[in-house]
């Protein structure tokens, strides 16, 4: 049996990911900051573990990664994330130093910590896989190209993506020589607890597709950024 390790799994694109990979068979270790109200993820049918595990804290990754140290991970699913400001305070003139110094923590900082904490799992797995729930958003080149990004705006969220991006280029450089597969996804505007009142994908869509690329990626996928549609995207 498959091992699936995901993080922020206690709401939007998390759950979705923990309910689908439990409903074919996998046996999913299922993170969250606050389990005790994870109650739509406890109730989840299929081999699902359930673990306290803040990425921002690195007390709690340590915990975690030694409770699972002798557990083969086949692919590690770095999904938490926050969005930050929304509106003028997400503008220039606007943004908040502390707020954007949050974001970078969860968004750019935290998933390469995870994935530094789980890495030997991911050796001795099978698949060895370590995906990145990232955003077109994150994307220089592509500014200006889609409906979405014909403003400016959401300095500390695009800015987070941007730099989430970067790192994961790295890793997949590093990792190369290992035969473990680094994968970075766009999950499509979704409607979770993290959108807009205007995001019009349902999340079982966007998993789904995003699940493919995972399933289907071979060491020359290294390092490729993809749309939960499979589209190639330039950084």
Not at 19 to 28: I, M, S, T
Not at 34 to 63: R, Y
Not at 221 to 234: A, H, P, Q, V
Request: with cysteine.
């Amino acid at each position: 049996m498959p091992t699936v390790f995901i993080t922020g799994a206690n709401r939007g694109l998390g759950l979705e990911f923990s309910r689908q990979y439990a409903n074919d068979g996998w046996e999913v270790i299922a993170s969250c900051r606050n389990p005790e109200a994870a109650q739509e993820l406890k109730s989840l049918q299929g081999n699902v573990k359930v673990c306290q595990m803040d990425i921002t804290d690195q007390k709690q990754i340590k915990k975690v990664s030694l409770e699972y140290r002798n557990h083969a991970i086949d692919v590690l699913i770095n999904n938490a994330a926050e969005h930050g400001p929304y509106g003028n305070s997400a503008s220039i003139g606007d943004s908040d130093a502390n707020e954007w110094l949050k974001v970078f923590l969860s968004n750019s900082i935290s998933p390469l910590k995870v994935a530094e904490a789980f890495l030997e799992n991911v050796k001795r797995s099978a698949q060895k896989k370590i995906a990145f729930i990232s955003s077109r958003a994150g994307s220089i080149s592509e500014r200006g190209k889609l409906p979405h990004h014909q403003h400016g705006g959401s300095y500390i969220y695009r800015s987070s993506k941007a730099a989430l991006n970067a790192a994961t280029q790295s890793l997949a450089f590093d990792l190369e020589p290992q035969k473990i597969c680094v994968i970075v996804l766009h999950p499509g505007f979704v409607r979770t607890g993290m959108s807009e009142d205007d995001a019009e994908l349902d999340a079982s869509i966007s998993i789904a597709g995003m699940r493919k690329p995972i399933s289907e990626s071979t060491p020359k996928d290294n390092g490729l950024f993809r749309t939960y549609e499979g589209e190639l995207i330039s950084w």
